[in-house]
């Protein structure tokens, strides 16, 4: 990346200015560049020398002037130039992005992908219970999980996914309680519906399902091997359920994880031996607490209950050691913003635990509001007023509902309309960045049916790309490994779907710029390759984000072939 190399010359600078620094000493700060948002300051900035002033107790512009005295004659720069109090502005030479449109194509799809760093992350996310369809609430986890998963495997990491849910406790009791009575019922028999049993009319259907299934057999067997049936054909159907609608979203785990094996392992029991053994955890009033308080939670939390039964943060501590067994070196949660007074004893458990504060992350998201034509949509699980997923798949498609669950940051709430993500006009952000990966492609095969195929990258004079819009869309072409960088640095797939759009305004600023079929065959064959590359870049960034880059548009506004 010209990052990369950009860093290494000013530490070379560094090093052999009057400042008196090592950029080798792990003490160094980290260089950061970006892009100034004016063009008049050049291609790069960084704020280096500031950084720089307190250490060696000089004015920062003095330090700037210092690493410009100092900076290795090379290619690479132009200029290099102070501005305001000691920012250090680059201009460097246009060959690095015709650098960087080669290895696009040559590279292909692996382009932006970062070699592996060595470390690997189990990422656990959806994890919904298996008490009834994903709802629309739960798409946001589903999405963000996955992009951040794809994000970190492009930037080097290996990952696993993973889907842990909880068969274990009251949630699964009261939802077998809820198919009991629908099946009694559905036979004729009057017994209660369970006190805040779930009520939707899936219930109903799981019921209906199980009577076809078991005939009456089950109305006289022994009310406990009854319970246990349904409760585990229920299960079953449910997560049949939930892994079609996942299929539907292209999102495929490594693997599920079931709570009700830790304490079939006696996982839950050794975690709290554990804790007791580090005095991390105390027995008061016939419980067993966590001494959360020492880890900066506002009060102890219980672990083990009067009478014997463990807590869900119990058997959440027998997770974190079981996945830390398996060899990962750092572990991410995602769980929604209503998790947040859980999030400081989960770590202070891990710590507590043996594991090094930053190896256990939780990622938190807020939570989907949805609308239709601006009006609030209301769901319920408990009270069958629900949306699910699948209902909101049939009417947007998975590509919109995936990119525009991931066009804000994970802090900010989303305000996800029906109607809007629905309408397939270019004023519609997934749209808008799909219709530049077809119009590219109808451009190829334009260019093909006229006798003028695409050649091998080496064959092209790039130099010929010198518009100001073909110069734009270049850098963001070159700047895509830096954007996955920093994406997964930030935990931040939204970044990407923002580097989409930009990268789509930049294409469809330089398609009506620039002809690109002309009289000119180098310049015919230089701006081919340009928007070659383009298409591949989008159709990259487009995969890490779980979105089709289709070839065709299937819609009215079909992308022209007239170039």
């Known amino acids: 990346m010209i990052e990369d190399r950009l860093t290494a010359l000013l530490h070379e600078a560094v090093a052999a200015s009057d400042l008196g620094l090592n950029p080798q000493e792990a003490s160094f700060p980290a260089i950061e560049l970006e892009r100034p948002r004016q063009k008049a300051f050049g291609d790069f900035t960084t704020t280096l020398a500031l950084v720089l002033a307190p250490r060696v107790e000089r004015k920062p512009r003095e330090v700037a002037e210092a690493i410009v005295a100092a900076f290795p004659a090379t290619e690479l720069v132009t200029s290099l130039e102070i501005a305001g109090p000691g920012f250090l502005n680059f201009r460097v030479h246009h060959g690095w992005m015709f650098e960087a449109l080669t290895e696009i194509r040559e590279q292909g799809e692996r382009f932006g992908h970062l070699e592996p760093n060595g470390k690997s992350v189990q990422v656990e996310y959806v994890s919904a219970n298996p008490v009834g369809p994903l709802h629309v609430g739960t798409a946001r986890n589903a999405v963000l999980g996955d992009a951040v998963s794809n994000v970190l495997t492009a930037a080097g990491w290996r990952v696993e996914r993973e889907y842990y849910f909880n068969d274990a406790g009251n949630q699964m009791d009261l939802f077998a309680a809820s198919i009991e009575a629908r099946y009694l019922q559905h036979f004729g028999q009057e017994v209660p519906f369970p006190q805040d049993g779930y009520a939707g ?311 009506t710029e620039c002809k690109v079929l002309t009289d000119d065959a180098e310049l015919t064959q230089a701006r081919l390759q340009l928007a070659a590359g383009t298409k591949q870049v989008i159709a990259n960034v487009l995969t890490i984000l779980g979105v089709s880059a289709p070839e065709h548009m299937e819609r009215s506004t079909e992308p022209s072939d007239d170039t």
């Open 201 to 511: 009319s899936y219930i109903t259907d799981i019921a209906a399902a199980l009577a076809a299934e078991f005939g009456d057999r089950l109305v006289s067997a022994p009310a406990e091997e009854r319970w246990a049936t349904l409760k585990e054909r229920g299960e079953a159907i449910v997560f049949a359920w939930i892994r079609a609608t996942l299929d539907r979203m292209g999102i495929v785990f490594d693997g599920y994880f079931s709570e009700r094996t830790l304490h079939e392992a006696g996982g839950v029991t050794d975690a709290v031996q554990r804790l007791l053994a580090a005095d991390d955890a105390y027995e008061s009033e016939g419980a067993i607490w966590f001494r959360a308080t020492k880890y900066g939670d506002d009060k102890d939390r219980v672990l083990i209950k009067t009478g014997g039964a463990p807590t869900y943060f119990a058997a959440d501590c027998a997770y974190v050691i079981d996945k830390f067994a398996r060899g990962f070196d750092h572990l991410l949660y995602v769980w929604g913003a209503d998790h947040h007074g859980t999030v400081q004893r989960f770590l202070g458990a891990a710590e507590a635990l043996g594991y090094a504060s930053g190896t256990v992350e939780v990622l938190l998201y807020q939570l989907v509001t949805l609308l239709r034509g601006g009006e609030p949509v209301k769901m319920s699980k408990r009270t069958g007023d629900i949306i699910t997923l699948d209902e909101l798949l049939d009417e947007v498609g998975p590509d919109a509902t995936r990119f525009t669950l991931l066009t804000q940051s994970n802090d900010s709430v989303i305000n996800f309309d029906i109607e809007e993500v629905a309408r397939q006009t270019l004023d519609n952000p997934v749209y808008y960045v799909q219709y530049a990966h077809a119009r590219i492609a109808s451009i190829l095969r334009r260019a093909a049916s006229e006798g003028v195929p695409l050649a091998a990258i080496g064959e092209a004079n790039l130099e010929l790309l010198t518009h100001e819009s073909e110069l734009d869309l270049l850098r963001e072409l070159a700047d895509f490994p830096e954007q996955i960088l920093v994406a997964a640095n930030l935990r931040a797939p939204h970044r990407l779907t923002h580097f989409a759009r930009v990268l789509a305004e930049c294409f469809h600023r330089f398609y």
